[in-house]
């Protein structure tokens, strides 16, 4: 049964090999009405589950694309590295925020590699607007992510000094 009880048509021999699904890795797919979603890269979901723990602030759907030993890291020195630093990392990161939205502008997946290009705005603890752009890279394997860079423009963070 389809939407509202409706029976799906029938598919073509092709589309049989193609099952749309109504979830991938429990984030619900939201397609234009009137389109199928046959689903999403995994640069795509990581895309989407950020943006959803960005709204929430809840980081664990984003975490959950992660493979168990994964890496992170940012423009800092640091590596956060398994689950629990995925965690760590992205608690983190959303806690700098009193708000957050990263509007993704390009994105390729390409043997292993998901590249992103994106602006953030939003506010700062304590309230500050803030507007960044940036590059993040996952490696991906099996489907998850086993490396996460990222490349922003850090001056954003920078408080101009009093004249």
């Not at 009880?5 to 092709?14: D, E, N």
């Not at 890496?71 to 990161?93: I, M, P």
């Not at 394997?141 to 001056?155: E, M």
Request: net charge negative; proline share 7%; charged share 15%.
């Amino acid at each position: 049964m389809g939407p509202g009880g409706a029976t799906p048509p029938a598919l073509s021999p092709i589309h049989q090999f193609f099952t749309p699904p109504d979830k991938v890795r429990g984030l619900t797919l939201a397609c234009p009405a009137g389109m199928v979603c046959w689903g999403m890269s995994t640069t795509e979901e990581f895309m989407a589950a950020l943006q959803q723990a960005e709204s929430s602030q809840d980081p664990a759907p984003l975490v959950a694309l992660h493979a168990e030993e994964v890496t992170l890291q940012n423009l800092t020195q640091k590596t956060w590295q398994g689950t629990d630093g995925a965690q760590a990392f992205w608690s983190a990161y959303l806690s700098d925020f009193e708000t957050i939205r990263s509007e993704f502008t390009n994105h390729s997946e390409h043997g292993g590699l998901g590249v992103m290009e994106w602006t953030a705005t939003g506010r700062l603890k304590g309230g500050r607007p803030i507007e960044y752009r940036g590059v993040s890279l996952i490696e991906i394997k099996d489907g998850k992510v086993a490396a996460f860079r990222t490349y922003y423009d850090s001056a954003a963070f920078v408080t101009p000094a009093q004249s």
